[in-house]
């Protein structure tokens, strides 16, 4: 597995990570533990260094599921975990809203060391930005985490262009992680310019459109009880139909390299700047040596050139969050 670094720090990962969140959450399944330690553990072996998980995953069952997996094998990976919102402590569903005072991001990072069984935590990530909390002040907080050896670096996700640069004067940020692939390239406009300018790397999450982008989904796919995309715009039928010629286009592509789309879309992330790790998600070993294959497909120019060409030709139909949600998202 080839390494990246993020950004101008020091902090070294595996070109692809693996974002835990549905292992746990989110897709109306919730997934063995032992098998969700055993295929870890295969990506570990697999040489994937970069773990994602959060708080609000379970709520806190994901950041417990790594506490057990990832222990032995601690000083081959970085985690990175998140805080910014108000939860129940007692682990029980639901959240009221955004929360990152500064005694609050204080109160997650001790809690998540605990489930993780870490003594410091290599990435902690504001979730999401929280408008009635100055970023000045968050960052201030982590910074002072960091001093204290439980934070080694501080990240942000979903953040603006000026909020970037507001935290970044304060504390340092390593990395942003925010939605990027194929089908949602708004990052492009004004984040990724600013992230080079600054040397923060950059970690999308979703690299595979929550799914569409492998090619496995079409309009008549039907979603589990408790799976979000059946709340996505995005994901409706006659959006998932309409959005199915934007996954052809990078059929033609695939079959020219011998590789998936999913592999095509992988790659294409990774060729854009060598500072950007995604960190698909899977629950199955399969589709884990799938994305890692990814990372061996070189990509030349004009293959780039064809796959923007493509994509430009079909629109993407549907918004990627209900209007309720990307309020969340700073800009």
């Not at 040397?199 to 090619?215: A, D, Q």
Request: proline share 6%.
């Amino acid at each position: 597995m080839q390494k990246r670094k993020l950004g101008n720090s020091n902090l070294e990962v595996s070109a692809l990570g693996l974002g835990c969140m549905g292992m746990s959450f989110s897709y109306g399944v919730v997934q063995d533990v032992n098998e969700m330690i055993s295929l870890i553990h295969a990506a570990v072996d697999r040489g994937v260094t970069f773990f994602d998980t959060a708080e609000v995953y379970g709520p806190f069952t994901n950041e417990v599921l790594l506490g057990k997996a990832l222990p032995p094998v601690r000083d081959k990976v970085v985690i990175a975990t998140k805080f910014g919102f108000n939860l129940n402590d007692d682990g029980s569903p639901g959240w009221q809203g955004l929360n990152s005072r500064p005694e609050r991001i204080k109160h997650v990072a001790e809690a998540s060391l605990k489930r993780l069984k870490i003594d410091a935590i290599d990435l902690f990530y504001q979730h999401r930005v929280d408008p009635d909390v100055p970023i000045e002040d968050v960052a201030g907080a982590v910074k002072e985490l960091i001093q204290e050896g439980k934070v080694k670096h501080f990240g942000l996700s979903e953040a603006g262009v000026q909020t970037i640069r507001r935290a970044h004067a304060v504390q340092p940020v390593t990395a942003l992680q925010s939605e990027y692939s194929l089908w949602w390239r708004k990052p492009e406009a004004e984040v990724i310019p600013t992230l080079e300018e600054l040397g923060i790397g950059f970690v999308p999450y979703s690299p595979l459109g929550r799914g569409f982008l492998t090619g496995k989904m079409n309009e008549s796919t039907k979603f589990v009880k408790g799976d979000f995309r059946s709340a996505l715009p995005r994901f409706a039928p006659e959006a998932m139909k309409a959005n199915q010629a934007f996954v052809d286009s990078l059929d033609t592509v695939a079959k020219q390299k011998n590789a998936t789309t999913a592999q095509i879309a992988l790659a294409w992330l990774l060729a854009q700047k060598p500072w950007i790790v995604p960190i698909p998600g899977t629950t199955k070993l399969s589709r884990l040596e799938e994305n890692i294959g990814a990372v061996a497909i070189e990509l030349t120019p004009d293959d780039l050139r064809d796959i923007d060409s493509a994509a430009a030709k079909v629109p993407v139909e549907g918004d990627r969050y209900p209007e309720h949600l990307e309020k969340l998202i700073d800009s």
